[in-house]
């Protein structure tokens, strides 16, 4: 009998899509970030258009990551010692998400519209919402990471003797 875990359980789609987003909007938030201390105007445009592209795969791969998250709590919460930890570490998502999501917002509204009196309005909510969003980032990495490897989450457990787990 073979009781290793399959990677296709609903619980274990969060962590297969988590990744992705973590690592695209930690380097948005870096180069965005970055960008205000360029001063050739060449490069800021770039590093604003970089940033813009991983501020995109970043928020559309969250909000995947989100759902899937939903999915592994419905499952996970009953099993762990403190589910309070899986609400926090869930809100703390939400929280970064909507950050990122009204961010890429303001960077396609300054780039489309924006007029010289607006775009420094934007250019520091946008600058704020990738510092918070960052902050959240790395909480809601903390929670998550917890809530796996303290407490056991998604994580199968072999008897002691491991005699259950057997690889083929």
């Known amino acids: 009998m073979n009781n290793t875990t399959s990677m296709w359980q609903t619980e274990l789609w969060h962590p297969l899509i988590v990744h992705l987003p973590v690592a695209t909007l930690l380097l948005a938030s870096v180069a965005g970030l970055f960008s205000y201390t360029v001063s050739n105007a060449e490069w800021r445009k770039f590093m604003r258009r970089f940033t813009g ?7 559309v791969t969250g909000w995947a990551a989100i ?42 509204l300054q ?32 929670l998550g990471a917890e809530v796996v490897y303290r407490q056991g989450a998604g994580v199968f457990k072999p008897k002691n003797d491991c005699s259950d787990y057997i690889v083929k």
Not at 112 to 141: D, N, W
């Open 111 to 142: 780039e489309r519209f924006g007029s010289k009196s607006i775009t420094k309005v934007i250019s520091v909510f946008y600058g704020l919402l990738l510092m918070t969003g960052l902050a959240g980032l790395l909480y809601a990495g903390h």
């Open 67 to 108: 759902y899937t998250g939903q999915l592994a709590y419905n499952i996970e919460v009953r099993k762990i010692c403190d589910p309070k930890m899986l609400q926090q570490h869930q809100w703390w998502s939400y929280f970064t998400i909507i950050a990122y999501t009204v961010a890429l917002v303001l960077l396609f």
């Open 53 to 59: 592209a991983l501020l995109l795969i970043g928020v």
